[in-house]
């Protein structure tokens, strides 16, 4: 993952959060109803999830990873009153445990993932045989309008970050050893004010940060892609953005 794009954006991700909450709600839906014996938070930010956790789980220690340590940082500072947690700056592709999990849960973060195979297969490791994964991540669907758009404004320039699709996922988790116990997909709109708020708002959570091979918009062309946002993508309150979520509930096979 990229260490950098976190960090920066550390102390306003959460203003602008409400599509990672709400699949964090949605995701939290379909948490196993016996309490685990400890739980590990993958790629925990600011400590949206983790705070939930901690609420749904109050007797059960968390181990809390996230590679920026800005995140780590400000969730430390935020969640100092939970005591279970246990926060702590790491990769989740090279985690290693002192002991293994009966519940890991990520949510809004794996799709950044430059290796989600090793990922996934690392995890698999660190949980219980017989233990939970609780999984959300975004889709290719999320964030489209603004990606069609700066293709047609500047063609030679890339269309920015991209997100696996749900065929990719579910392939993935299948080929690591997982068994899918529940998945879904949803697509929800977000209205923000204007198209300055709402490129202010991703800028403010990392997601603007754009591949190694694409180069920034200039001004024209910036202003080309307001204007054209606030012409194509309008609606009652101001202008829309589409995040496309999935949703699993795995399971470790009890003889693994």
Known sequence: MNHNRFSNAASTYDQHAAPQLELIN??????????????????AGTGLLTEQLATRYPTTPIDAIDLAKEMIEQSQTRLNHLRQINWIQADAETYTPQQSYTLIASSAALHWSTNLPATLQNLYNSLHPGGHFLLGLMLRGTLWELRELRRRIAPTKGIGLTLPTENHITEQIQTTGFDIIYSATAERRHIYPNTRDFLQAIHEQGVTTLPQNDRPLNRSELTALIHAYETNHATAGGIYATYETARYLLKKPEAA
């Open 26 to 43: 949605a995701l939290l839906e379909k948490a196993p109803p016996i309490s685990p014996h400890r739980i590990l938070d993958v790629g």
